[in-house]
């Protein structure tokens, strides 16, 4: 998983969270056509993205006259003057750097995008409180820094884990091949992806090496070889935290059994539909609380697709399969 996917979707969850409908666009030229489609009160740029890059796809959006106003805002790991200079420059507003801390994220926003629609009540709102699923206690992560940037979110944080547990299930391999195929491009691929991305789940010390692997790698194209033990460093640390996301695998919640009625069952599951029409994540900790409530096999298989889709932000889906719920 690249920083910029990791990120993505970190930024949607918290996004989704306080109430905030939020469309992913993969590219810039993909952002460019949501435009044409749709209104948007603004807009959150990645800056290096495939196709088409955050700093092109602004300067097309700011040619058009009528998104003279439309605050866009950079999101990057560099935080240097010169590149903050450069947001500036192509018509971007302001930035948000990376890895994302959530109070700058909001307050970035708060300060340039205004709601076309004011809501009196958040869809996400006390959803935080409601996600909670006993995360065990880390060694080699602060869970604390994790939960901090998903806003206390405990579904959402574990969601994270899963993913960088599954992306990064080769990086050791991955990376070995390339240093010893002397491919230092992808080399430094891995190591600045897993510095950006080891610090938004609170591994903190995988992050540090990292950064001192990318150093070393950078540095040894022209002072080769590369310091064996800044690699081994990396693998151990990357091991460690490996093993310890190893026991966080996406199983059921404990089911206690039918005891809700017809008319109950229906109406948690209206609930989770309008949550799923409005986008908003807290239908995946709803979904499960139900889950842990019903028995009967063919509910819950339908239950774990929705689940899965959900994982995917592929909302519609998971409507549509459990729409088809008959209860």
């Known amino acids: ?22 469309e992913v666009a993969g590219n810039g030229q993909e952002a460019l056509d949501l435009l044409d489609e749709r209104h948007f009160d603004g807009v ?20 058009q006259e009528r998104f003279r106003d439309l605050p866009i805002i950079a999101m990057t790991a560099n935080v240097l003057s010169g590149d903050r200079e450069r947001t500036l420059e192509v018509g971007m507003n302001d930035h948000i750097g990376k890895p994302i801390n959530v109070r700058d994220m909001f307050r970035t926003l708060a300060r340039w995008v205004t709601p076309s629609q004011a809501t009196t009540a958040l869809p ?8 909670q699923v006993g995360l065990p206690d880390f060694t080699h992560i602060d ?27 080769q990086t050791g391999v991955e990376l070995d091949q390339a240093i010893r195929a002397g491919d230092t491009e992808t080399a430094l691929r891995i190591a600045h992806t897993i510095k950006g991305i ?51 695998q996406a199983e059921d919640p404990v089911q206690g059994g039918d005891f809700l ?32 409530a019903v028995s009967d096999p063919e509910r819950l298989a339908r239950f774990r697709q929705a689940r899965s889709l959900l994982e995917r932000y592929e909302f519609d889906q998971a409507q549509a399969t459990l729409r088809a719920c008959e209860i």
Request: contains cysteine; charged residues 25%.
């Open 1 to 22: 998983m690249e920083d910029n996917e990791f990120n993505q979707e970190l930024a949607f969850d918290l996004l989704s969270a306080h109430g905030i409908s939020v």
């Open 198 to 248: 080891a610090g938004s789940i609170g591994a903190i010390r995988l992050g540090e090496v990292a950064a001192q692997l990318e150093t070393g790698l950078a540095e040894a194209e022209e002072t080769k070889p590369l310091p064996q033990k800044l690699l081994s460093a990396f693998d151990s640390e990357l091991s460690l935290v490996l093993d310890e996301l190893g026991s966080l």
């Open 261 to 292: 009625d017809a008319e109950e069952l229906r109406g948690r599951l209206d609930e989770i539909l309008d949550d799923l029409a409005n986008y908003d994540t807290a239908a995946e900790g709803r979904l499960l609380a139900l889950m842990a």
């Open 44 to 63: 959150l740029m990645d800056c290096q993205m495939p196709v088409m890059d955050g700093y092109t796809a602004t300067r097309r959006i700011r040619q």
């Open 124 to 131: 996400g709102a006390g959803r935080a409180d409601a996600n």
């Open 143 to 169: 869970k604390d820094v994790g939960l901090h940037l998903t806003g206390n979110d405990e579904i959402a944080y574990l969601r994270l884990l899963r993913k960088f547990a599954m992306a990064q299930s």
